[in-house]
């Protein structure tokens, strides 16, 4: 089996196989619906047991390594010098 570090370990030490979509949603910082759309077009898998759908760990492992950070950043909005913002944007100031 694939190491998984921190990610497979529960605050008892025990190993966890199996997460939820929310589960996984607050350990990344990415919202349900992105994760969703993952799973819709294929690049995460998940088992669909009852009304949810469960990730395994050796998946999401999986799905972490072959996710391309240039995409990420493509994606951040640019300031007016082209540049990606970092950090929050201060509104109405």
């Not at 910082?29 to 898998?45: D, F």
Request: charged residues 30%.
């Amino acid at each position: 089996m694939q190491s998984v570090g921190c990610l497979g370990k529960t605050h008892d030490g025990k190993i966890k196989m199996l997460y939820s979509v929310a589960e996984l949603s607050a350990m990344v910082s990415l919202s349900k619906a992105t994760l969703y759309n993952e799973i819709k077009q294929g690049r995460l898998v998940s088992t669909k047991f009852g009304k949810k759908n469960l990730l395994k760990i050796e998946d999401i492992s999986r799905w972490l390594e072959a996710a391309p950070l240039s995409q990420v950043k493509e994606k951040l909005p640019l300031r007016r010098d082209g540049k990606p913002y970092y950090g929050y944007r201060r509104v109405g100031v």
